[in-house]
C-alpha cells in the first residue's frame, strides 16, 4: 500500500525550519567558528548546484530548498573546528557527485549530505572527527590548534564502552562531537514535529529506534544510559531523523520502509559491534539506500500480497460454488426426466 506524502515544497520548509533551530543551537554552544562552517557548506552547496544547472541546461526551481537543507545538514555534521576547504571540498562533492551526477534533485540514490560527510570523512579524517569543546573559543583562521581538539564522546564509548558525560549533558548535548547533533531533547521534539507533519517515515524510524535501542540495551550490559549514549553520538539519533528517514530516499509503501529500517539498523549493528567506525549511521545508510530502491522497484507491499491472495481464494470458492451448483442441477435435471417416465 503507497503511503500518499505531503507536497514536497512543505516537507523540505519542516526540514528547514527544524535545522535552523539546530544550528542556533550548534552557534550557541561553539561560536561564530561554527556559524562560518555552517555558512561555507551552505554556500558552496548553492553555488555548486547553480553550475551543475548551468552545465545541463537546466533553469533553477525556486520551490526546491534541497540544496539548502543539504548544506545545513552537512554543515551540523561537521566538527566546529574542521578546515573551510575541506568543508567546501564536502559541500562540492555532496551536490555534484551524490545529486546531479544522478540526475539532480528527485533522481539521488543516496542523501547528498551523507555521501558528502562520508567523502570528507575519508579524505581528512583528522579533521573530521576530532572536536572542540563546547563553550570553547575556537579562533576563526581556517587551521584550529590541535590542542583544543580531543575525540567524540561516541569513540569514547565504542573504546571503553562507558561514558562519564551526565544524563543532564546528554539530554543537552553539551559533550564533544558533532556541532549539531547530539542535542537529544531538541531532535526528539523535531522527530516528533516532522512525523506529525508527515515529512519523515515514523515506519521506518521506529523500527530503527526499537532495533538498535534493543541491540545497545543488551551489549550494554543492560545500562539504560549506555543506549542515550549510543542514540546521542555518533549522530546515530540525528542520521535516523534527517538521513534514513529523509523523505527523498524512504521507500513509498509501508512495509518496504518497515524493511528499509530494519536494513539500516542491521548495518548500524554490524558496524558497531565488528568495525568500531564512529557515525555508523551515515555508513548503513549509504548501503541501505539502494535495498530501499529495490523495495520500490519490485513494489513489495504485505497489503498488495494479502489481496492477491484474497482474490485466489475467493476465485477458488466461486469456482468450487459453481461446480457444486451444476452438479445439483444436473442431479435435478435427471430426477424431472425419471418423473416424467
Given amino acids: 500500500m503507497d503511503i500518499k506524502r505531503k507536497p514536497e515544497f512543505n516537507i523540505m520548509t519542516d526540514m528547514l525550519i527544524v535545522l535552523l533551530v539546530a544550528a542556533v543551537v550548534a552557534v550557541y554552544y561553539y561560536g561564530m567558528r561554527a556559524a562560518a562552517v555552517i555558512a561555507v557548506t551552505v554556500i558552496v552547496s548553492t553555488v555548486t548546484d547553480f553550475v551543475c544547472l548551468r552545465l545541463r541546461k537546466k533553469e533553477p526551481d525556486r520551490k526546491d530548498l534541497s540544496t539548502v537543507i543539504t548544506g545545513l545538514t552537512l554543515g551540523l555534521m561537521m566538527s566546529a573546528a574542521v578546515p573551510y576547504p575541506e568543508a567546501a571540498a564536502a559541500a562540492i562533492f555532496a551536490v555534484a557527485v551524490a545529486k546531479h551526477a544522478f540526475g539532480g534533485h528527485g533522481c539521488e540514490i543516496f542523501n547528498p549530505a551523507a555521501v558528502g560527510f562520508l567523502f570528507a570523512s575519508l579524505c581528512f579524517p583528522e579533521n573530521m572527527l ?28 565504542l573504546v571503553t564502552g562507558t561514558s562519564s558525560v551526565s544524563l543532564i549533558d546528554v539530554l543537552t548535548g553539551r559533550f564533544t562531537g558533532p556541532m549539531g547533533t547530539g542535542f537529544v531533547v531538541l531532535l526528539a521534539v523535531a522527530a516528533a514535529f516532522l512525523m506529525l507533519r508527515r515529512s519523515i517515515s515514523a515506519i521506518t524510524f521506529f523500527t530503527e529506534l526499537a532495533v538498535m535501542g534493543l541491540y545497545a540495551f543488551i551489549y550494554y550490559g543492560f545500562d539504560p544510559m549506555a543506549v542515550l549514549y549510543f542514540f546521542s553520538g555518533g549522530m546515530t539519533l540525528f542520521g535516523m531523523i534527517f538521513l534514513s528517514c529523509d523523505y527523498s530516499v524512504s521507500p513509498r509503501t509501508a512495509s518496504s520502509r518497515f524493511l528499509y529500517g530494519l536494513a539500516v539498523s542491521i548495518c548500524v549493528i554490524m558496524f558497531s559491534s565488528y568495525s568500531g567506525t564512529e557515525n555508523a549511521i551515515v555508513y548503513a545508510m549509504i548501503i541501505s539506500s539502494p535495498i530501499g530502491i529495490e523495495l520500490d522497484r519490485r513494489a513489495l507491499s504485505f497489503a498488495d500480497m494479502l489481496k492477491k491472495r484474497k482474490k485466489r481464494k475467493g476465485r477458488g470458492l466461486h469456482r468450487k460454488t459453481n461446480k457444486l451448483l451444476g452438479s445439483i442441477s444436473e442431479t435435478l435435471e435427471m430426477l424431472e426426466k425419471d418423473d416424467k417416465r
Fill in 130 to 157: 576530532t572536536y572542540p569543546r563546547f563553550f570553547t573559543d575556537i579562533p576563526m583562521s581556517s587551521v584550529v590548534p590541535s590542542d583544543i581538539l580531543t575525540q567524540s564522546m561516541a569513540k569514547t564509548l
